[in-house]
Protein backbone atom coordinates (compact mmCIF):
# COMPACT_ATOMS: atom_id res chain seq x y z
CA UNK A 1 0.00 0.00 0.00
CA UNK A 2 1.72 3.52 -0.86
CA UNK A 3 1.29 5.97 1.59
CA UNK A 4 1.30 9.14 0.08
CA UNK A 5 -1.36 8.98 -2.34
CA UNK A 6 -2.32 11.08 -5.20
CA UNK A 7 -5.68 12.94 -4.08
CA UNK A 8 -7.75 14.02 -6.81
CA UNK A 9 -11.90 15.57 -6.96
CA UNK A 10 -13.91 15.56 -9.48
CA UNK A 11 -16.33 18.60 -9.66
CA UNK A 12 -19.70 19.56 -11.19
CA UNK A 13 -22.83 21.06 -10.29
CA UNK A 14 -24.91 18.67 -8.59
CA UNK A 15 -23.05 15.98 -8.37
CA UNK A 16 -25.16 13.43 -9.85
CA UNK A 17 -24.31 13.32 -13.24
CA UNK A 18 -20.70 14.52 -14.41
CA UNK A 19 -18.47 14.34 -11.95
CA UNK A 20 -19.68 10.75 -10.38
CA UNK A 21 -19.07 9.56 -14.19
CA UNK A 22 -15.81 10.96 -14.03
CA UNK A 23 -14.86 9.25 -10.77
CA UNK A 24 -16.22 5.92 -11.99
CA UNK A 25 -14.29 6.12 -14.96
CA UNK A 26 -11.17 6.72 -13.77
CA UNK A 27 -11.62 4.41 -10.69
CA UNK A 28 -12.15 1.85 -13.66
CA UNK A 29 -9.40 2.88 -15.33
CA UNK A 30 -6.96 2.67 -12.54
CA UNK A 31 -8.21 -0.32 -11.18
CA UNK A 32 -7.71 -1.77 -15.15
CA UNK A 33 -4.14 -0.72 -14.81
CA UNK A 34 -3.18 -2.27 -11.21
CA UNK A 35 -2.29 1.38 -10.07
CA UNK A 36 -5.52 1.94 -7.45
CA UNK A 37 -2.95 1.87 -4.65
CA UNK A 38 -1.35 5.08 -5.61
CA UNK A 39 -4.73 7.31 -5.55
CA UNK A 40 -7.79 8.38 -3.53
CA UNK A 41 -10.84 9.89 -5.55
CA UNK A 42 -13.33 11.56 -4.73
CA UNK A 43 -16.41 13.63 -6.21
CA UNK A 44 -18.34 16.73 -5.01
CA UNK A 45 -20.71 19.56 -6.14
CA UNK A 46 -20.40 23.16 -6.09
CA UNK A 47 -24.18 23.26 -5.03
CA UNK A 48 -25.34 20.98 -2.84
CA UNK A 49 -29.57 20.05 -4.86
CA UNK A 50 -28.66 16.49 -4.06
CA UNK A 51 -26.54 16.40 -0.75
CA UNK A 52 -27.11 12.74 0.37
CA UNK A 53 -28.14 10.88 -2.78
CA UNK A 54 -26.75 8.43 -5.39
CA UNK A 55 -25.74 9.15 -8.77
CA UNK A 56 -28.77 10.13 -10.97
CA UNK A 57 -30.20 6.93 -12.59
CA UNK A 58 -29.10 7.78 -16.00
CA UNK A 59 -25.69 7.97 -14.80
CA UNK A 60 -25.30 4.91 -13.12
CA UNK A 61 -26.93 2.84 -15.72
CA UNK A 62 -24.42 4.26 -18.80
CA UNK A 63 -21.79 3.49 -16.28
CA UNK A 64 -23.39 0.28 -15.72
CA UNK A 65 -23.26 -0.95 -19.27
CA UNK A 66 -19.85 -0.54 -18.99
CA UNK A 67 -19.32 -2.45 -15.53
CA UNK A 68 -18.54 0.76 -13.85
CA UNK A 69 -20.38 0.57 -10.42
CA UNK A 70 -21.00 3.69 -8.82
CA UNK A 71 -21.77 4.05 -5.41
CA UNK A 72 -20.66 7.66 -4.55
CA UNK A 73 -22.93 9.78 -2.48
CA UNK A 74 -23.46 13.74 -3.74
CA UNK A 75 -21.86 15.91 -1.62
CA UNK A 76 -21.05 19.58 -1.91
CA UNK A 77 -17.59 20.85 -2.48
CA UNK A 78 -16.49 22.92 0.90
CA UNK A 79 -12.89 25.24 1.42
CA UNK A 80 -11.87 22.38 3.06
CA UNK A 81 -11.15 20.30 -0.07
CA UNK A 82 -8.27 22.59 -1.06
CA UNK A 83 -6.68 20.95 1.52
CA UNK A 84 -7.09 17.60 1.12
CA UNK A 85 -7.16 17.07 -2.39
CA UNK A 86 -4.05 17.58 -5.17
CA UNK A 87 -5.98 18.20 -8.57
CA UNK A 88 -9.75 19.64 -8.42
CA UNK A 89 -11.25 18.79 -12.07
CA UNK A 90 -13.78 20.67 -13.08
CA UNK A 91 -16.34 20.08 -15.95
CA UNK A 92 -17.25 23.60 -16.83
CA UNK A 93 -16.75 27.18 -16.41
CA UNK A 94 -19.16 27.85 -13.66
CA UNK A 95 -17.90 24.95 -11.79
CA UNK A 96 -13.95 26.74 -11.97
CA UNK A 97 -15.69 30.40 -11.13
CA UNK A 98 -17.64 28.57 -8.18
CA UNK A 99 -14.73 26.91 -7.16
CA UNK A 100 -12.39 29.54 -7.52
CA UNK A 101 -14.41 32.10 -5.03
CA UNK A 102 -13.82 29.92 -2.18
CA UNK A 103 -10.07 30.17 -3.07
CA UNK A 104 -8.31 31.75 0.37
CA UNK A 105 -4.62 30.39 -0.41
CA UNK A 106 -2.94 30.98 -3.77
CA UNK A 107 -1.59 27.94 -4.33
CA UNK A 108 -5.09 26.23 -4.19
CA UNK A 109 -5.47 28.34 -7.38
CA UNK A 110 -2.65 25.59 -9.03
CA UNK A 111 -4.91 22.65 -8.08
CA UNK A 112 -8.25 23.73 -10.26
CA UNK A 113 -7.92 22.27 -13.80
CA UNK A 114 -10.56 21.91 -16.46
CA UNK A 115 -10.92 18.05 -16.54
CA UNK A 116 -10.48 18.23 -20.54
CA UNK A 117 -7.65 19.71 -20.72
CA UNK A 118 -6.26 16.74 -20.33
CA UNK A 119 -8.16 14.82 -22.94
CA UNK A 120 -5.73 14.68 -26.09
CA UNK A 121 -4.63 18.23 -25.31
CA UNK A 122 -7.31 19.80 -28.25
CA UNK A 123 -9.85 20.68 -25.57
CA UNK A 124 -7.94 23.49 -23.71
CA UNK A 125 -10.88 24.83 -21.66
CA UNK A 126 -13.75 22.37 -23.15
CA UNK A 127 -16.51 21.66 -21.09
CA UNK A 128 -18.23 18.19 -20.42
CA UNK A 129 -21.50 18.69 -21.16
CA UNK A 130 -24.68 18.76 -18.63
CA UNK A 131 -26.70 15.83 -19.37
CA UNK A 132 -29.37 16.60 -16.70
CA UNK A 133 -31.99 17.11 -19.18
CA UNK A 134 -30.73 15.87 -21.75
CA UNK A 135 -31.90 12.48 -22.78
CA UNK A 136 -29.54 8.81 -22.69
CA UNK A 137 -27.81 9.37 -25.56
CA UNK A 138 -26.43 12.78 -23.46
CA UNK A 139 -25.43 10.33 -20.50
CA UNK A 140 -23.15 8.01 -23.11
CA UNK A 141 -21.97 11.37 -24.77
CA UNK A 142 -20.63 11.78 -21.46
CA UNK A 143 -19.12 9.07 -20.48
CA UNK A 144 -17.22 9.03 -23.58
CA UNK A 145 -15.77 11.83 -23.11
CA UNK A 146 -15.15 11.08 -19.22
CA UNK A 147 -13.20 8.49 -19.89
CA UNK A 148 -11.35 9.96 -22.67
CA UNK A 149 -9.97 12.70 -20.53
CA UNK A 150 -9.23 10.02 -17.73
CA UNK A 151 -6.73 8.37 -20.20
CA UNK A 152 -5.08 11.92 -20.84
CA UNK A 153 -5.29 12.40 -17.24
CA UNK A 154 -3.55 9.42 -16.10
CA UNK A 155 -1.02 9.46 -18.86
CA UNK A 156 0.17 13.12 -17.32
CA UNK A 157 0.10 12.19 -13.74
CA UNK A 158 2.21 8.95 -14.61
CA UNK A 159 4.82 11.47 -16.17
CA UNK A 160 4.21 14.30 -13.17
CA UNK A 161 4.71 11.80 -10.58
CA UNK A 162 6.47 9.35 -12.32
CA UNK A 163 4.22 6.26 -11.64
CA UNK A 164 4.66 3.02 -14.44
CA UNK A 165 1.84 0.34 -14.87
CA UNK A 166 4.18 -1.97 -13.49
CA UNK A 167 5.85 -0.58 -10.52
Known amino acids: MKEDKIKILFVCLGN ?3 SPAAEGAF ?3 IHKEN ?9 AGTA ?9 PRTREVAKARNINL ?8 KQDFQRFDYILVMDHNNFKTVRSLVTDESHNRKIHFFRSFED ?3 KNAEVPDPYYG ?4 F ?3 QNIVESASVGFLKFLKSEHQISSNH
Not at 48 to 56: I, M, Q, R
Not at 135 to 138: F, V, Y
Open 16 to 18: ICR
Open 27 to 29: QSL
Open 35 to 43: LSDFFLIDS
Open 48 to 56: GYHDGELAD
Open 71 to 78: THISRKFI
Open 121 to 123: GQF
Open 135 to 138: DLKA
Open 140 to 142: ENV
